[in-house]
């Protein structure tokens, strides 16, 4: 039974057709059909009138695992109402011939907004405004809506996907995405798809995606010492353990960190390389990875065993855990779970902090303990440089400085000693 993306891409091809049974939550049938070309296919498998039939799901790898069990479970939906999978796909294709998806209006209202220019600016987006569009319809929307036709898009599904883009990810970024549905909306409705925009008049304000004031709250590095020891003493899913730690050890962005694949990492190389299209600059990143870091990683080898992703989830299958579970962990050392604080929680008598504020106390602790320079800092957080002549003619990596600044703050963060407030540890190349 193929259960994971690695098993389907180790199916070689054979004299003769043969097929192979594929893991689903959704039940039985789901099965890929390898020719001897070595085209391979999805199908679900299944008796209508006590008759065998199959019902084509498309091609691998066009068609993703994850994708390919989400139409298994709409086609099982169908099959346990009476209601031939095969025969409504045909209906389904008659009628919606002309309607756009989601996905297909993204990238008709990409060209368009690409060349347009904006009504408040007089000027056209620039490549990096198209590419953060781009990356927050990867990141955000795709999933939650990509797959759905425009018509059915209404103001609460809308409201919906925006609504749990502010719970579980970013408010900052949900309002960003609430602007952005409200544009394509508005393009569908122009080239006669929808009557009228859903998204016209829904605020920000209304689904809790407000924009957030500015934080700046930085842990110490006792304060971050006792999160480690939190993380180590509590009962945390062992996942969402190892995801904190490596957050605390490697400063990245916790959406890049979960998306990690060990097709990605390099443990006897000591690197881990983010590809573009999963970072939030659209740019390659490569994190050298300290001695406690590629420890910690070969601990949550063992954990994830076969798995596609770094942190995969027990509950979604092929699926890394969600964002939410990081910040639930982080509530739950706090006391912060319930809606009254439980002040036994190990953390309850620390400031508050988030996630995200472990990004920045990396950022800090580099540069307070190391006197690790901003620019390298700068680099090792894959930030995108506001300075477009940096940009473009300042191409030095400084990776063994970043390898150095890594090295130095991965043994000080896993070491018992602890360094007074005022005290800063210069970073020599010879070290």
């Known amino acids: 039974m193929i259960t994971t993306d690695r098993q389907l891409q180790a199916l070689k091809p054979k004299d003769t057709v043969y097929w192979e049974s594929v893991k689903s939550p959704h039940g039985g049938g789901l099965a890929i059909r390898v020719q001897p070309t070595g085209s391979k296919a999805w199908y679900y498998r299944y008796r209508f009138n006590s008759k065998q039939d199959t019902y084509s799901l498309g ?9 390919v069990r989400e139409s298994h479970g709409e086609a099982v939906a169908l099959h346990a109402q009476g209601i031939n999978p095969k025969h409504a796909q045909r209906e389904d294709k008659a009628r919606n011939a002309s309607a756009w998806t ?43 809506v990509g797959s759905l036709l425009v018509k059915h898009v209404d103001a609460r599904v809308v409201k919906s996907t925006v609504s749990q883009i502010a719970g579980s990810q970013s408010r900052n970024q949900a309002s960003k995405c609430l602007t952005m549905l409200r544009a394509m909306l508005s393009y569908a409705e122009a080239h006669g798809q929808i009557d009228t925009n859903p998204a016209q008049g829904i605020q920000p304000s209304q689904l809790g995606a407000t924009k957030s004031a500015p934080r700046d709250r930085v842990l110490s590095l006792p304060e971050i010492k006792r999160l480690w020891d939190a993380i180590e003493s509590a009962r945390l899913d062992v996942s969402a353990a190892n995801a904190l730690k490596l957050l605390i050890l490697t400063g990245q962005r916790r959406g890049e960190l979960l998306q990690a694949k060990w097709d990605h990492i390099d443990l006897d190389g000591a690197r881990w390389t983010l590809p573009a299209v999963t970072t939030k600059s659209r740019r390659e990143h ?7 870091t590629v420890d910690l990683l070969r601990e949550q080898q063992a954990v994830t ?19 939410a579970s990081l910040t639930t962990a982080i509530a739950r050392l706090q006391g912060r779970k319930l809606a009254k604080q439980n002040m036994k929680a190990p953390l309850a008598d620390m400031p508050r902090f988030s996630v995200h504020d472990l990004r920045r106390s990396f950022a800090t602790g580099l540069l307070k303990h190391f006197g690790t320079a901003p620019h390298v800092v700068e680099q090792m957080l894959n930030h995108a440089p506001t300075d ?5 003619y300042q191409r030095h990596d400084y990776a063994k400085e970043q390898r150095l600044a890594w090295q130095a703050w991965g043994q000080l963060i896993t070491s018992a000693q602890t360094l007074e407030q005022n005290n800063v540890i210069k970073i020599r190349a010879g070290q």
Not at 59 to 67: A, K, T
Not at 305 to 323: H, M
Not at 388 to 392: A, D, P, V
């Open 286 to 292: 490569t994190v050298y990875l300290s001695s406690a």
């Open 305 to 323: 065993g076969n798995s596609e992703y770094v942190f995969e989830s027990q509950r979604a299958y092929g699926q890394p855990i969600g964002d």
């Open 102 to 144: 989601m996905a297909e209006l993204f990238e008709l209202w990409l060209q368009s907004y690409a060349k347009t220019p904006t009504v408040r600016t007089k000027r056209t987006p620039s490549e990096l405004v198209v590419e953060q569009a781009c990356w927050r319809w990867g990141h955000y929307l795709k999933g939650r």
């Open 388 to 392: 477009r002549l940096i940009e473009t």
């Open 59 to 67: 091609r691998y790898p066009s068609v993703g695992l994850q994708e």
